[in-house]
């Protein structure tokens, strides 16, 4: 690769060669980094051009302007020469050359000559948060007698209270990002139509105020499409049924003038019912929603759907216990953000590159921000993508955290393996979130498992933002053997738990599910008597760990007393929030997603064997509680 070239990625954050899971330097072919510099509107297709687009770099940067946007933490400065900045309070300041020292928190507008520029003020770190314990969910999963066929947010009220009850100080929820509702229905919520608006397949119909308003007949009819409790979750019968029986409360509905975002949503939604769900295969006119009409009664319907979503997810909200809401990495091209947003999003896909266990490397299918654009734009697409989240949350998790640094692009029609890494101002993002968090006085947790840079987990713990500590993954790579490292050795600034959405569950773990299942249906990635020995091995190791931490004793123990023991791991180390699965804990094996397939495993549709009731008064249940009620509450 000529040194040109190098220099043109360079200064567009385009990788040239990255460091794989093992440390290894790996280049990237040149048509690649020329590919995904063409993502960014910057032609390298030949040698001229490329001299031609670095000479433009060298003639912006030889203007001395402003870059678009400038994020920096309270207490610092800017150069920036003489100017007027505009603060978001009002008032107004003459700039003498540099930034001051003492500027508020908060959103800001700078002007020195004809150019304005956003002025993001942001807290040095988050308070530190206090040493809880707490219940992650997923939510579809967790039904009561109450539920049409899922989970929905009157269940997590409900949850929710009983947590605070028995001293958790947190619930974490799976993403309830809106999907698209055209069937059939997207089961994963890590694929959404929308990160800034809610799945309204997860209202309580009979807890909407046009339900208590409407007459008795239309009740009853309400009532009589209740969706059943199934063995698995079937997101398009209770969509089916939810949508017919809003529509049935429809004319006793009341809705407010929605904000312009939300506007722009329930037109899609309306769209999409009539052109299909792929916008982009939409009749020209339609394919941006500057051009589109947005009114009629359709898009008022879905205006309200997002309405008693809001309000719902305000009830499931009790004192003392932090609701965390889950931020998916990206979104569905073909949905609502993909039209919204179209304008920062690029041609590309997020992934990941190849390695050990996937030798093509991964292509997840979600459109990356632009980080050109984002700067032009100020950052609000982010900033209003946590401000959606957060409007609701005590606060967020933000999935494969290491994106705010850089992300693994795909261009469109390419293999995962003919990508390369996008880099973002790190600090900027960082520091947006940071403001965002603040003002919702809001928890953060970034999930920084896999290979993620060391510089990932040191900036969030400096800014009291909390890593991901998993107990399946907590060995010493670097040592001979990989032992097992002791739960005092985990870092303080994490939130523990034992598996993860993606990971055996516990049961499943100790007894060998999840090498059955995946050798049921062809997905393992080494032969099965080999992959076995592998796994007992591995449970020997964890037995041995429990023994020496007392958990365990010397005899022979059944999975239920295994599993309690592994909750004593988290108790034993320094993080400051310990999370427990249901699925852990009532002897569910099967874990809810099952990463590498799609249609060969029922991701995202597995219930919990037991109902909401029957959770809290199971004797299993009680055990873990107690032993996790050691530990203070948020």
């Known amino acids: 690769m000529n040194d040109d070239l190098v220099a043109l990625a360079e200064a567009h954050g385009v990788a040239t060669w990255y460091e794989d899971g093992n440390r290894e330097r790996v280049d990237v072919a040149p048509d690649v980094v020329a590919d995904v510099l063409a993502l960014l509107d910057v032609d390298a297709s030949t ?75 942001a807290p040095p770190a988050l ?4 040493r809880a314990w707490g219940w992650m969910l997923q939510l579809y999963a967790v039904r009561s007698a109450e539920s049409w066929g899922m989970g929905d947010l009157a269940d997590l009220a409900e949850f929710t209270r009983w947590a605070g009850e028995c001293g958790a100080g947190m619930v974490l929820v799976n993403p309830l990002h809106a999907p698209n509702l055209v069937e059939p229905v997207e089961p994963s919520p890590y694929s959404p139509s ?33 969706a059943p409790n199934l063995d698995r979750i079937d997101y398009d019968q209770v969509w089916q049924a939810k949508r017919a029986a809003l529509e049935l409360l429809w004319p006793f509905a009341e809705v407010s003038e929605p904000a312009p975002a939300l506007l722009d949503f329930a037109t899609f939604c309306a769209l999409a019912e009539k052109h299909g769900p792929d916008w982009r295969k939409w009749p020209a006119e339609l394919q941006h929603p500057r051009d589109v009409q947005q009114d009629g009664d359709r898009v008022r319907f879905y205006v309200w759907l997002q309405q008693l979503c809001f309000a719902q997810l305000s009830r499931a909200r009790h004192d003392g216990v932090r609701v965390v809401h889950d931020l998916a990495v990206g979104v569905n091209p073909a949905g609502a953000d993909g039209w919204m947003l179209q304008d920062v999003l690029a041609k590309a896909s997020v992934g990941a590159p190849p390695d050990e266990f996937n030798q093509q490397g991964q292509n997840w299918g979600l459109p990356p921000w632009r980080p050109d654009r984002l700067a032009e734009q100020g950052y609000r697409p982010y900033r209003d993508v946590l401000r959606a989240v957060l409007r609701h949350a005590d606060g967020i998790r933000i999935d494969h955290v290491a994106g705010l640094w850089r992300l693994w692009w795909v261009p469109e029609g390419s293999g995962p393996e003919r990508g390369t890494y ?9 520091g947006i979130l940071a403001l965002e968090a603040h003002r919702a006085n809001a928890v953060v947790i970034g999930e920084d498992l896999g290979t993620v840079e060391p510089e990932v987990t040191e900036a969030l713990h400096a800014q009291n933002m909390l ?6 993954f907590q060995r010493d790579h670097e040592a001979e053997g990989r032992p097992l490292i002791p739960p005092a050795a985990w870092p303080a600034n994490a939130v523990a738990s034992i598996s993860t959405h993606d990971l055996p569950t516990a049961p499943g773990f100790l ?26 091995a591995e449970r020997a190791d964890f037995l041995a760990l429990l023994r020496s931490e007392m958990l365990l004793g010397p005899d022979s123990a059944s999975v239920d007393e295994i599993v309690v023991a592994l909750h004593g791991l988290l108790v034993h180390s320094p993080c400051r929030v310990l999370l427990i699965s249901p699925y852990d804990v009532v002897g569910e094996v099967r874990q809810p997603n099952l990463p590498g397939t799609v249609s060969e495993y029922p991701n995202w549709k597995l219930p919990l064997p037991l109902d909401l009731s029957s959770l809290r008064g199971d004797s299993r249940v009680r055990k873990v509680v107690e032993l996790l009620s050691s530990v203070g509450s948020a």
Request: a negative charge; glycine letters at 6%.
């Open 127 to 130: 308070p530190e948060p206090p």
């Open 511 to 536: 007894t060998g599910e999840h090498v059955r299942v995946r050798s049921e249906i062809g997905v393992l990635a080494r032969p099965l008597a080999e992959e076995q020995a592998h796994a007992e």
């Open 194 to 226: 929308s990160r800034q608006f809610v799945n309204p397949l997860y209202l309580r119909v009979e807890q909407t105020d046009a339900y208590a308003r409407a007459d008795a007949d239309t009740r009853a009819q309400v009532d009589a499409l209740r």
């Open 47 to 121: 040698p001229e051009s490329v001299r031609a687009e670095l000479d433009r770099v060298r003639a912006r940067a030889s203007e001395d302007r402003l870059p678009p946007t400038i994020v920096l933490r309270q207490g610092a400065t800017r150069a920036v020469g003489t100017g007027e900045l505009r603060c978001e309070d009002g008032t107004t300041l003459i700039v003498d050359g540099e930034l001051p020292a003492d500027l508020p928190l908060g959103w800001h507008e700078l002007h020195v000559g004809s150019q304005a520029v956003t002025v993001v003020v």
């Open 422 to 430: 996008v880099h973002y101002d790190a600090e900027a993002m960082l």
């Open 467 to 472: 890593g991901s500590t998993v107990v399946w």
